[in-house]
């Protein structure tokens, strides 16, 4: 499934996530996660942007950019005990990397496919994580509201992607996209809702895997003549 190049980057990819979950909690180490934060999604950028020479160019630069304002996000994010405002800068940040795997996605719509069944579970999924988020979002509702409204896009559109692609490309980038979901939730509940245990581990190990599994997934990409 992967190339060697693909394993040898993953080995690195995957000691890097444990350098930062090892660093995260550690006063004394707090430069060096500094620095391993970002370098999750700068890894994948670099290495995206070394192997996707035969992807149409609205695919590469559309997945560079959703890396790009992913760092920015992941580097904002770290600075949030400073000021509040960095939370809500790094929100916009992944919202405009969300809409920029959006359109990546999109690019492949299968358009006789109908996203009504998938988008009604994303919206059980999402009507019971904001009854436990209501009431506690202040200010932030409407940020948060419209921010969950984009990644469900994002969700869906990686949805609409079957049977226009190879399914090893299908299957990689929708699992992304959903473990995406499930990390941006996580913080949402240990932000607004209450302190979950571990939650740095489990918000970092979902998002390190689902921007993983995005790239890879792209870089697998393949396009097929199914519609008729």
């Not at 304002?69 to 960095?86: A, E, N, T």
């Not at 929100?91 to 492949?108: E, N, S, W």
């Amino acid at each position: 499934m992967l190339s060697k190049t693909e394993k040898q980057f993953s080995i690195l990819f995957f000691i890097i996530v444990l350098i930062e979950l090892a660093t995260g909690s550690v006063e004394s180490l707090k430069t060096v996660h500094y620095i391993a934060k970002p370098a999750i999604v700068i890894s994948l950028s670099v290495f995206f942007l070394n192997t996707s020479e035969s992807l149409p160019k609205t695919i590469k630069n559309g997945t560079l950019l959703a890396l790009v304002f992913s760092v920015l996000g992941d580097i904002l994010l770290m600075f949030v005990d400073k000021s509040p405002h960095f939370f809500t800068l790094g929100l916009v940040a992944f919202l405009t990397a969300h809409l920029m795997y959006v359109l990546v996605f999109l690019k492949h719509r299968n358009k006789q496919k109908s996203p009504l069944g998938f988008i009604a579970v994303l919206l059980v999924y999402a009507a019971s994580l904001f009854y436990f988020l209501n009431g506690n979002l202040g200010d932030m509702f409407i940020p948060v509201v419209i921010y969950m409204l984009v990644i469900l896009s994002m969700a869906t559109a990686a949805y609409l992607r079957k049977d226009t692609v190879n399914i090893l490309s299908y299957g990689l980038v929708f699992l992304g996209a959903l473990l995406f979901m499930v990390s941006d939730s996580i913080l949402a509940l240990n932000k607004f809702y209450a302190p979950l245990n571990y939650s740095d581990f489990s918000i970092m190990i979902t998002y390190a895997l689902a921007q993983y599994l995005i790239v890879i997934g792209i870089l697998k990409l393949k396009t097929e003549i199914i519609l008729k």
